[in-house]
């Protein structure tokens, strides 16, 4: 009997080492590294799907998951310095920001620049009020302030 319980902690480790080996957590940092022609960003390496052994019951995501868009980022990236620190806004125009957002409101978009054709010259009708819209060019947005320009005129 004592024997027995001598080789049940032998058994269960025989048994624990036939499991799989725990799912592996890469790292995707992207290195920012400088060099005499400027900064360059260099992407993870990531790991073949054919060698990457995973446990499939630790509920854990595959290693390759994320390594390419953490590889796109890094080679496509412009400046590779504002992977480390974001570069400052600056000063905007509020007053293209909300007519921005009352043509959207409207549905009043423009349409996308296509610098290869001559220009649309129908985009500037997009912004113009019209008898479905509450957009007037107030400041305020509401229409009852409309200008005494855009009013209907009165037959005498």
């Known amino acids: 009997m004592r024997k027995i319980f001598a080789l049940l902690p ?5 048994l624990a080492a036939c499991g799989y080996a725990p799912t592996p957590t890469p790292d995707y940092t992207i290195r920012v590294m400088p060099t005499p022609n400027g900064m ?6 990531c790991p ?3 060698s990457a052994t995973t446990d499939p019951y630790d509920n854990q995501p595959v290693p390759q ?4 868009n953490a590889r796109n980022l890094a080679l496509m990236v412009d400046r590779p310095e504002d992977l480390v620190k974001g570069r400052d806004m600056g ?14 409101q409207n549905n009043q978009t423009r349409g996308l620049l296509d610098l290869d054709t001559s220009p649309d010259m129908s985009a500037a009708v997009t912004t113009a009020p019209s008898a479905t819209s509450s957009m007037t060019g107030d400041a305020t947005g509401s229409s009852a302030a409309a ?5 209907a005129p009165v037959a005498p």
């Open 91 to 104: 000063d905007s125009s509020g007053v293209l920001a909300v007519g921005a957002i009352r043509r959207y």
């Open 65 to 68: 998951f994320g390594c390419a």
């Open 10 to 14: 032998v058994a269960l480790l025989a």
């Open 147 to 151: 200008p005494a320009a855009a009013a």
């Open 48 to 50: 073949s799907w054919n």
């Open 40 to 45: 360059v960003a260099i992407p993870p390496s």
